[in-house]
């Protein structure tokens, strides 16, 4: 069974080598660089990797491109911030190789703000403990959305890998905010372009939810200081998104309802 690594990318020339490094167990490593502006492709060239450039304003046509563009039987997708060490390495090799009785695989993810290291708590669009990031190609698709696009399986879930991906999600609680606003204005451009941005309650009590469950359910808790702050994240989005999205339609109605600016009167001129 021949495995490709997938890796998308925009301006991560700071980190793209060292998790180029550790996909060096696949058969081969695509890199789609969206819209760069660094060394992103020269690093990706000099590590061997086939190297897509385009411009991909939803999130899903990333994806799409770089599966397109694999030419393995399994596919294993990770972002530029994330690592898999030797040991997740070779249980994704022999389980490819033991012919599995499914399509996709769910791995556990390792969450790290800054050198902590927070397992529980994360969800609600802001962060998550598990993906299906290892699957046979062409059974995974992406919907049309700029982050965190919704997916389905063709195929049947095969069961969950032991190992997990080390994700180095934040540097710090600045980068955290950053990371908020930055998905709030891509999610609220979908809402914006789908007409549809939903009620403002409707989304508070959608927050509240969302926080219960990731600082009980899923024991947020019990990681302190950030178990607290990644919930209130988690609340936060929806709410956030909603407003930004209204703001968007409003300011998109009173650029429709602005009137032409005059053309200048050329009757009468002539050449000379």
């Excluded at 660089?33 to 304003?57: L, N, W, Y």
């Excluded at 769910?106 to 290892?134: C, E, H, K, M």
């Excluded at 969302?210 to 899923?218: A, D």
């Amino acid at each position: 069974m021949r495995l490709s690594g997938l890796v998308c990318a925009h301006n991560e020339e700071a980190r793209l080598a060292e998790c180029l490094r550790a996909l060096a167990f696949c058969d081969e490593v695509v890199v789609v660089a969206d819209r760069c502006t660094d060394r992103t492709q020269e690093i990706a060239r000099h590590a061997g990797a086939k190297v897509i450039d385009g411009v991909f304003p939803l999130e899903s046509q990333r994806k799409i491109a770089g599966v397109e563009a694999c030419g393995g039987d399994w596919v294993i997708e990770v972002d530029a911030d994330e690592l898999i060490d030797t040991s997740l390495a070779d249980e994704i090799r022999r389980t490819i190789e033991s012919a599995p009785n499914g399509d996709y695989f769910q791995i556990p993810i390792d969450n790290y703000v800054g050198a902590t290291l927070v397992r529980n708590g994360w969800g609600g669009s802001f962060g998550t403990s598990s993906v299906a990031r290892l699957y046979r190609r062409q059974t995974k698709h992406w919907k049309p959305q700029r982050v965190h696009p919704g997916v389905t399986f063709d195929g049947r879930l095969a069961g969950s890998l032991r190992g997990a991906i080390k994700h180095k999600v934040d540097d710090d609680i600045g980068d955290m905010i950053d990371r908020l606003n930055r998905y709030t204005a891509l999610r609220a451009q979908d809402l914006a372009d789908s007409g549809k941005p939903g009620k403002l309650w409707d989304n508070v009590f959608r927050g509240f939810r969302r926080f219960y469950k990731c600082y009980v359910n899923r024991k947020g808790r019990t990681e302190g200081d950030l178990g607290f702050l990644i919930a209130l994240m988690a609340g936060l989005y929806p709410v956030l998104s909603h407003l930004r999205a209204k703001e968007i339609l409003q300011d998109r109605a009173r650029a429709a309802a602005a009137p032409a600016r005059d053309l200048p009167d050329v009757v009468g001129l002539r050449a000379r």
